[in-house]
């Protein structure tokens, strides 16, 4: 009798520390205070993403990469986008020595404002090019689409890397 009830006993149990687990792994208010903590911190790093065409008038999108040193949690601030029509998102694309990493997509807000969070590989501090496009999502992790923000940094980069070109695809 004791064997069966312990048998009966686990499995709930195991549901009921999942279904834990999944309300902390999902909860926004949580990760958004997460994000404004990394914005505010003294210690963060934080990069500008310039927009892909060199000379923009105001008003044009713009946005910033920020980290804190021994974190995982990388913060993209996007502001001045355009509405994304139909199944359009604007792309954050992160790149570090092992390639590639889509690290999320966003709509922006009524203000033009987005914000992606990411608290996985690629460790901020190994990241040196960030790059945020418009386009449908497709689960690529190569970017693609309409180039908006492009960051590159060659003195955090390996010696062969190079800025991604959009033209090539490479």
Request: aromatic fraction near 8%.
């Amino acid at each position: 009798m004791t064997r069966r009830l312990v048998l009966a006993l686990v499995p709930v149990v195991a549901v009921a520390w999942l279904g834990f687990r999944a309300v902390q792994a999902f909860d926004q208010d949580r990760h958004a205070a997460e994000a404004a903590a990394v914005l505010a911190a003294p210690d963060k790093v934080s990069h500008e993403l310039p927009p892909v065409q060199a000379a923009s008038p105001p008003g044009t999108p713009g946005g910033q990469f920020a980290y804190r040193p021994g974190t995982w949690l990388s913060v993209v601030n996007l502001q001045n986008l355009e509405p994304a029509a139909g199944d359009e998102r604007y792309l954050v694309f992160v790149r570090n020595w092992a390639g590639w990493t889509l690290a999320g997509a966003a709509r922006p807000g009524a203000d033009g404002t987005a914000q992606v969070r990411s608290g996985a590989e690629p460790r901020p501090p190994t990241i040196y090019e960030v790059i945020v496009t418009r386009a449908v999502d497709d689960a690529t992790s190569i970017p693609h689409g309409q180039p908006v923000l492009q960051w590159f940094d060659a003195s955090l980069a390996p010696p062969m890397a190079r800025r991604f070109d959009f033209a090539r695809g490479v």
